[in-house]
């Protein structure tokens, strides 16, 4: 590399060089492996990939990377001073008089940092999410190409795997009610919501509590109701809280009641006393 005092500096190839001008000098050669701001020494790839000559930044992003840096100055009607910016694929030569902080990364993990942005690759079986800073409102993120999220306009980034069937995501609750159960929630007026088994649910903290998930047998009790599903030779009944009137439930039905109206329902199974006798 040769520099000299009326330019800048000059990258030269492998090879027999002369200098033309009495003002150019001949510096010292750069070696391959490179330390980075921290003092880290950087692998032989990483430093062939960003090596730093002189006042130029050498600038290679191959497939599946990603890399970016700050501009110096306003280079053309959009651009701003400071701005983080993206560079293509391709071997890049970048002036210390146009970019600062340029930096690369591979897209190997699922969450990383490049710059001022969150890189976030939301993978099947995974869910991301993240709060708009402007408006305040929480964006899920699903499944597909990696999100470049900004720190001016994104906070609190998230990843969650959905391995169990309750899981929270910022402010939301997930619920998957499979086939021999039943959930409800509460909504935040008072009153309660069934949740059918086959579906999945998306519950928002401000209009949902905390979900209820239980089996179906013949006798159990989700949020204010009792369930009971009186079979044939089972005899049941139920005292009202009103009257104190004992209520009896024919069989072959499965019954809801509420406690605000209905002691806990109780059964008997006849076959069983006729067995005895």
């Not at 200098?19 to 990483?46: C, N, R």
């Not at 100055?73 to 002036?95: C, I, K, N, Y």
């Not at 340029?102 to 995974?126: A, M, N, S, T, W």
């Not at 239980?214 to 009103?242: D, I």
Request: glycine share 10%; charged share 25%; with cysteine.
């Amino acid at each position: 590399m040769c520099s000299s005092d009326l330019s800048s500096h000059m990258l030269k190839p492998p090879g027999v060089h002369h200098l033309v001008s009495a003002a150019d000098k001949w510096l010292e050669d750069i070696p391959i492996e490179a330390a980075d701001e921290h003092g880290t020494l950087l692998s032989s790839t990483q430093a062939q990939r960003c090596r730093k000559f002189g006042d130029k930044v050498i600038l290679q992003v191959p497939e599946n990377h990603i890399a970016g840096g700050y501009r110096v100055g306003e280079h053309g009607e959009h651009a701003l001073d400071q701005e983080f910016v993206l560079f293509s694929q391709g071997r890049h030569v970048l002036p210390e008089s146009k970019y600062n902080g340029v930096c690369i990364i591979k897209l190997d993990k699922q969450q990383d940092k490049l710059g001022p942005l969150h890189v976030l690759y939301v993978r099947e079986g995974f869910l991301g999410g993240v709060y708009e800073r402007k408006t305040g409102v929480y964006r899920i993120l699903y499944p597909g190409p990696p999100y470049l999220l900004h720190e001016q306009e994104y906070d609190s980034v998230e990843l969650v795997q959905r391995t169990n069937n309750i899981f929270q995501l910022g402010p939301y609750e997930f619920v998957t009610v499979k086939d021999g159960e039943v959930a409800g929630s509460y909504k935040k007026d008072g009153t309660f919501q069934i949740l059918p088994p086959g579906h999945s649910y998306q519950l928002h903290s401000k209009d949902f509590s905390s979900v209820q998930v239980v089996r179906r047998t013949t006798q159990f009790t989700l949020g204010p109701y009792y369930y009971l599903t009186v079979r044939n030779g089972v005899e049941a009944g139920v005292y009202r809280k009103k009257d104190g009137f004992f209520q009896r439930l024919p069989a072959g039905h499965t019954y809801q009641l509420n406690q605000d109206d209905y002691r806990e329902p109780r059964s008997e199974d006849t076959r069983l006393n006729s067995s005895h006798r």
